[in-house]
C-alpha cells in the first residue's frame, strides 16, 4: 500500500485565496475582535519584519531571516497561547514573539548580534531563538515533561521549519510526546523550502504531519496562511496538550516569500514563476479581503494601523539603534553563576585590551 | 536520482591553466579535479547542488558531474556523517560539507564512534576514506553558531585527521591530499579569509603532505605558530616585529592532527622563544598541546617561557563585541616582545 493510502492526514481550510469563506465558519467567527487582532497583528509584524531587513540591508542589523507571507501561523499560534505557557520558538517567528509581548527592539538587538535581545524580563520562561535546527524539540520534550512532573496545566509550543523534519531530533522529541503523552504543540512551519532544498526533496512522506502519526499523535495539516483554519486547529491541540490528552503534530502550509535569510539570494534557485503564484496565497491580503467582505474594516482603518505601525516601529528601531555597546565585562560575567578565578583574569585582561586600544565594538 | 546533466558537460580539466582565485575558489577547484580525476569522489551536504554552497565551494560542480555524484541531502548531519562512513566503507570517496562548524555536532558521534575506529576495529577489513570539510571561525558578523573554532574537539579523537588551509594554494593541495588519504579527514576552512587573497592555483598546484607543518617566513629570534585565519594577523604582526629588528620565523601548522612536531621543534631550538596564537578557546586547546610538546622535547632550548594568544575561554561572543574576542597583531608583538626580553 502506498503512504498516502494508509495514513490520512486530515486538511483543514476555511478561506480561499481570495478570502471568501469556503465552507460554514466556526462560531468564534462572529466575533470580529478576534479576526481584527489577527489582521492587525500581522500587518504590524510584517511591518516590522520589512524594517528588520531594511536595516539589514544598510548596514545597521546582521544577518536576519524575513518571516514575510508566513505571518499567520506564528501570529495565530502565539495568540491563543496562555502567558504561562512555554514558548520554545525558532528563528522565523518574529510575528509570534511580538504577539508574546516581546519588544521588537529586543529581537532587532539578537539579530543585531548583541545577547541582550534575549535577555529581558518579557521573555518570561520562553526560549531563546534556536539556531542549531531542530534542537529545540528536545527542549519543548523536556519542558513539558517538567510541566508534567508538576501537575501543571500549562503547554509547550514549539516552532521549526519542514527542513527541520528531517532531523533526529524531531523525530526522538516526537517519540516520547508520545510515549509520555506529553503536553506539547509541535508547530511545522512547511514553507516549502529549506534554504535551495525543496520539500519535495526534502522528505519522501506525502505529508510531514503524518510523521505524528507514526508516533501515536494527533497529526494535522492546516492551511497556513489561513488564520481560521489556524486557530481551529491550534486551539484544538492547546485544549488536548492542557487536558493531559498528548501531542499534536500541525503541519502549516505556508510560503517563503522572502529569501532564507538576508544573506541568501533565492533567485538562483526558485522560479519566480512559483514566487508569483505563492504571493496570490498569501494570508494578510486573504484576511483583509475577508474583513472587507464583511464590513470589518475600511480604507480609514487601514490608513490608521499602517500610522501606528510605522509609529511603533519608529519608537523600537530608535530603542535598538540607541542600545549601548554592552561593558566588556558582560562578555563574561554570565558563564558560571560563580566566576571562575582563571576567567576572572582573562576578564581583567580584555577590560585592559579594550581601554589600551580604545577599542568599542560594532555600531549599530 | 538522475545523473543525465553529467553526460552533457564536458568533464575534462585545462590542465595547464593557471588562475588567480580566492580560497574558496581554490576549494572549488580541487573539488572538482579530484571529481574528474576519479570516479569515485562524491559531494554531499545540505544546499551544495544547485545553490553551490552557501559560500559556493560547490558551485558548478552538480552542473558538470551530476546529482549522482553531487547530492543535497536532507537536513541532518547525523546522517551526512552516517552514510559518509556507509559509502567509504564500500570504496567511494565521499566529501561531505556540513554548512558551518557549529552544526558538526551532530556529526559527532559518527565520527568519533565510527569513522575514526573503523579501520582499528576491523584491522583494516573496512577503512573510512572520507572527507568532511566545514567553513569555521568568527569576523563575518555572522548570527550565533556560526563564528566558532572547535578544532581542539576534533583533533582529540584518535583516529581522525585534521586539516586547516589558511591560503589558496595550501586549500587546494590540502584538499586533494585529504581526498586522496585512505582515512577521514576534518578539512577546516576559515572563512574570514575565503577571499582574502588571490593566488595562482591550477591542476599542476601541488599535493601537499597531511602531516607537515608550512615555514612561511624563516628567521632567528622568536617562533609564531599559528593557523587558520588567525595566519593573517600572525603575518602582520611577524612584519611589524621584523620592522622594530627582529627577526621572526611564522609556522602555518596546517595539519593539526597528526602534529608535525619535527618542524616545530627544529624552529624552536633554534629561536628559543615561541609565541603560539589562535582563534579557539586558550584551554585545553591545540595550542597547550603544542606548548606541552615543547615542554617535553625542548624545555633546556627554550629561552622564555612559551607564550599563547589566543581567544578567551568564553562562548564565541555573537558578532556585535566578537573584535574582543579575536586575537589582533598588537596582542601578537606584545606576546612576542615579552617572550623577546625575557631574560
Ligand atoms: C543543525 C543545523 N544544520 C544546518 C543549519 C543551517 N541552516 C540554517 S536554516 C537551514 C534551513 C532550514 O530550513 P527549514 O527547517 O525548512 O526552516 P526555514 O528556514 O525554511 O523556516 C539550514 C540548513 C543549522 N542552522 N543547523
Ligand atoms: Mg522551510
Known amino acids: ?364 | 536520482m538522475n545523473s543525465s546533466v553529467s553526460e552533457t558537460v564536458d568533464q575534462s580539466i585545462p590542465k595547464e591553466v593557471s588562475e588567480k582565485l580566492t580560497m574558496v575558489e581554490a576549494v572549488n577547484l580541487a573539488l572538482d579535479h579530484a571529481m574528474a580525476d576519479d570516479q569515485d569522489v562524491v559531494l554531499l551536504g545540505e544546499d551544495i547542488g544547485v545553490n553551490g554552497g552557501v559560500f559556493r565551494a560547490t558551485q558548478g560542480l552538480r552542473d558538470k558531474y551530476g546529482l549522482k555524484r553531487v547530492m543535497d541531502t536532507p537536513l541532518a548531519e547525523t546522517l551526512i556523517a552516517g552514510i559518509s562512513v556507509g559509502m567509504a566503507t564500500q570504496g567511494l570517496k565521499p566529501v561531505a560539507e556540513i554548512q558551518f562548524m557549529g552544526f558538526i555536532f551532530p556529526a559527532m558521534e559518527q565520527l568519533i564512534c565510527h569513522a575514526a575506529r573503523m579501520r582499528n576495529r576491523t584491522r583494516g577489513r573496512l577503512t573510512c576514506p572520507m572527507v568532511l570539510r566545514a567553513p569555521f571561525g568568527g569576523g563575518i558578523h555572522a548570527p550565533e553558531h556560526h563564528s566558532e573554532s572547535t578544532e581542539a574537539l576534533l583533533a582529540h579523537i584518535p583516529g581522525l585527521r585534521v586539516v586547516m588551509p589558511s591560503s589558496p594554494v595550501r586549500a587546494y593541495g590540502l584538499l586533494r591530499a585529504a581526498i586522496n588519504d585512505p582515512d577521514p579527514v576534518i578539512f577546516l576552512e576559515p572563512k574570514r579569509i575565503y577571499r582574502a587573497v588571490k593566488q595562482d592555483v591550477s591542476y599542476d598546484t601541488a599535493i601537499l603532505p597531511l602531516d607537515k607543518c608550512f615555514t612561511l617566513k624563516q628567521g632567528n629570534d622568536v617562533t609564531l605558530i599559528s593557523w587558520g585565519a588567525a595566519v593573517k594577523e600572525t603575518m602582520e604582526a611577524a612584519n611589524t616585529l621584523q620592522e622594530y629588528g627582529a627577526s621572526v620565523e611564522v609556522i602555518d601548522v596546517a595539519t593539526i592532527k597528526p602534529l608535525d612536531m619535527e618542524t616545530i621543534l627544529t624552529s624552536v631550538r633554534k629561536t628559543g622563544r615561541c609565541v603560539i596564537i589562535h582563534e579557539a578557546c586558550k584551554s585545553f586547546g591545540v595550542g597547550a598541546e603544542i606548548s606541552a610538546a615543547l615542554a617535553e622535547e625542548a624545555l633546556t632550548d627554550l629561552k622564555a617561557p612559551v607564550e599563547r594568544v589566543t581567544g578567551y575561554d568564553i562562548t564565541m561572543p555573537y558578532y556585535r563585541m566578537e573584535d574582543h574576542y579575536l586575537p589582533k597583531p598588537d596582542d601578537i608583538i606584545k606576546a612576542a616582545l615579552k617572550t623577546l626580553s625575557f631574560h
Open chain 1, 1 to 364: 500500500m502506498k503512504a498516502k493510502e494508509y495514513c490520512h492526514i486530515p486538511y483543514i481550510r476555511y478561506l480561499s485565496d481570495e478570502g471568501e469563506a469556503l465552507h460554514r465558519l466556526p462560531a468564534w467567527t462572529e466575533n470580529s475582535d478576534v479576526l481584527v487582532d489577527y489582521y492587525r497583528s500581522m500587518v504590524i509584524a510584517r511591518a516590522g519584519d520589512a524594517k528588520a531587513v531594511a536595516l539589514q540591508r544598510t548596514g545597521q542589523m546582521g544577518t536576519y531571516p524575513s518571516a514575510l507571507g508566513q505571518e499567520a501561523i506564528s501570529t495565530v499560534c502565539c495568540s491563543l497561547l496562555e502567558k504561562e505557557d512555554v514558548l520554545i520558538p525558532y528563528y522565523r517567528d518574529l510575528p509570534g514573539l511580538m504577539k508574546r509581548g516581546i519588544p521588537l527592539s529586543d529581537v532587532l538587538l539578537y539579530w543585531g548580534g548583541d545577547e541582550r535581545g534575549s535577555a529581558s524580563e518579557a521573555w518570561g520562561k520562553d526560549f531563546p531563538n534556536c539556531v542549531p535546527i531542530a534542537t529545540q524539540a528536545g527542549h519543548a520534550a523536556g519542558v513539558a515533561t517538567a510541566l508534567k512532573v508538576r501537575h501543571q496545566h500549562q503547554v509547550a509550543m514549539v516552532s521549526m521549519g519542514d527542513g527541520a523534519t528531517s532531523k533526529g531530533d524531531f523525530t526522538e522529541a516526537l517519540n516520547l510526546a508520545g510515549v509520555w503523552q506529553l503536553p506539547i504543540v509541535f508547530i511545522i512551519n512547511n514553507n516549502q523550502w529549506a534554504i535551495s532544498v525543496p520539500r519535495k526533496i526534502q522528505s519522501g512522506a506525502p505529508t510531514l504531519a503524518q510523521k505524528g502519526v507514526s508516533a501515536g499523535l494527533t497529526s494535522i495539516q492546516v492551511d497556513g496562511n489561513d488564520v481560521i483554519a489556524l486557530h481551529e486547529a491550534v486551539n484544538a491541540a492547546i485544549k488536548q496538550a492542557r487536558s493531559g490528552k498528548g501531542a499534536t503534530v500541525i503541519e502549516a502550509i505556508t510560503y517563503r516569500l522572502g529569501d532564507h535569510t538576508t544573506a541568501d539570494d533565492a533567485s538562483r534557485y526558485r522560479e519566480s514563476e512559483e514566487l508569483q503564484e505563492a504571493w496570490g496565497r498569501e494570508p494578510i491580503k486573504r484576511l483583509r479581503n475577508f474583513l472587507y467582505q464583511r464590513g470589518l474594516w475600511n480604507e480609514e482603518k487601514e490608513q490608521a494601523l499602517q500610522k501606528e505601525a510605522a509609529a511603533l516601529i519608529d519608537k523600537e528601531v530608535k530603542r535598538y539603534l540607541n542600545t549601548p555597546l554592552p561593558e566588556i565585562s558582560d562578555l563574561f560575567d554570565h558563564h558560571y553563576a560563580q566566576m571562575p578565578a582563571q576567567l576572572e583574569k582573562q576578564k581583567q585582561h580584555a577590560i585592559a585590551k579594550a581601554e589600551a586600544m580604545n577599542m568599542g565594538g560594532v555600531h549599530s
